[in-house]
């Protein structure tokens, strides 16, 4: 596998992990939830702690998908580029 095919499917893994990581933390915000609509913490250092790193986690999550986005859009130029350098070495020899 060349590097520029690498780049695209490491760039899709690192969306998909992105998204990965705030799904699994929207669902456990959804169910530790009361039927109030209110989240439920056995302890306010629990509470505090849970927000801080799932505030955290979403963080890393956006830079993940902003680190695949990009990966994948300079696949796509170097791409490009291969092409361009194709096209110009396929045209016949002018006299």
């Known amino acids: 596998m060349d590097t520029v ?3 695209l499917v490491f ?6 992990v992105g998204i990965g990581i ?3 933390i929207n669902r456990r915000k959804f169910y530790r939830r009361s039927v109030a609509g209110v989240e439920m913490f056995s302890r306010y250092s629990t509470a505090v702690f849970v927000r801080f790193l799932e505030r955290v986690g ?4 956006y ?4 680190l695949g986005v990009v990966c ?4 796509s130029q170097m791409k490009k580029d291969k092409e361009k350098q194709e ?4 045209q016949p020899a002018q006299h």
């Open 5 to 7: 095919t690498a780049q």
């Open 11 to 16: 760039g899709i893994i690192v969306i998909v």
């Open 22 to 24: 705030i799904y699994f």
């Open 58 to 61: 979403k963080w890393i999550a």
């Open 63 to 66: 830079a993940l998908i902003i």
């Open 72 to 75: 994948i859009w300079t696949y």
């Open 87 to 90: 096209v110009k070495t396929e």
